[in-house]
């Protein structure tokens, strides 16, 4: 289902807040450059896991909360990778094992975790793990190991949307390849089928964006996820989120999730933009 024109608006005017406030920051800086960035001044550490299928959205919203709470954002994917292409102790292990089409181990993972936790700085203030755990004793291994550095999970956050739902949001994706550039058959069709809207040149569906792909891999996600949830939701730290909503209010649901810290300052950002009012106003956005 398409996004009601009030929530439209309401996610419309998230952006414009955001934006408004970082032109007064910005203002303020060129006046005072010395003075620190208030949006960077993030009240306690956040230390929380982020799952979901694909498609779920996680590659909207983690971007978001690591620029509020000043955390890094762990992809044990991208991590993996990186580990291996700087061909650190690690990474020359773990390419060992991938080269011999083997898994690699949980102790790898976990111990490029850590190493990601004592060598990078966006991580001082905690981090979001995406792609891990996947398993129970991948949980338990995670727990002990930051267990160790004194420290502990706050949040895991499942987003969770429909099966069919997300098989209609994945299979309608349209792609153009030069730009990145992408419309949905349904949801954000282009102008004209099949062909992109600024340069007319032809749209493409990719390969894996197909139904019979995707279930397949929601099975698996399915299959691996419950019982992390299971566990998680026995730690009493378990959260789902409505990912079938628009962006704005997932970002909205996350907020409530992280407590009132999360929640007063959307506030804060929202009263000082609205006393200023400018942007709003020239928008037709105002109240």
């Known amino acids: 289902m398409a996004p009601s024109r009030d929530e439209t608006v309401d996610a419309l005017k998230d952006m414009v807040h955001q934006l408004q406030s970082r032109v007064e920051y910005l203002e303020g800086k060129l006046q005072h450059p010395g003075a620190p960035d208030p949006a960077r001044t993030p009240a306690q550490p956040m ?3 982020l799952m979901g299928p694909p498609g779920a959205g996680k590659g909207t919203q983690a971007p978001r909360i690591k620029e509020k709470f000043c ?5 044990t ?3 993996l990778r990186s580990q291996v292409s700087k061909k650190t102790p690690l990474g020359r292990e773990a390419k060992k094992i991938m080269d011999q089409g083997g898994l690699v181990s949980d102790e790898i993972m976990v111990n490029m975790i850590r190493s990601e936790l004592d060598s990078n700085k966006e991580c001082s203030n905690g ?8 398993t129970v004793l991948q949980a338990e291994r995670l727990d002990s190991m930051l267990t160790v550095r004194g420290e502990s999970l706050q949040h ?16 309608g994706r349209l792609i153009h390849p030069a730009s990145g550039r992408s419309y949905h058959k349904v949801f954000n069709p282009p102008r004209e089928p099949m062909k992109d809207d600024v340069t007319g040149e032809p749209l493409v569906q990719r390969s894996d964006d197909n139904a019979e792909t995707l279930r397949k891999r929601l099975v698996t ?3 691996q996820t419950t019982p992390v949830v299971t566990y998680y939701k026995r730690t009493g730290i ?4 409505d990912a079938s909503q628009e962006p704005g209010q997932v970002w909205r649901s996350l907020l409530q999730v992280f407590g009132d810290d999360g929640r007063n300052a959307m506030t804060r950002s929202s009263t000082e933009t609205a006393g200023s009012g400018g942007l709003l106003r020239r928008i037709g956005l105002a109240n």
């Open 47 to 49: 230390r929380m896991i």
């Open 238 to 241: 378990w959260r789902p989120i």
């Open 127 to 134: 981090f979001i793990l995406d792609g891990f755990p996947r």
């Open 77 to 79: 994917g991208d991590m």
């Open 71 to 75: 955390i890094c954002h762990l992809a």
């Open 221 to 223: 996600y399915h299959d």
């Open 156 to 171: 895991a956050v499942e987003m969770q949307i429909d099966d069919g739902l997300l098989v209609s949001r994945i299979t």
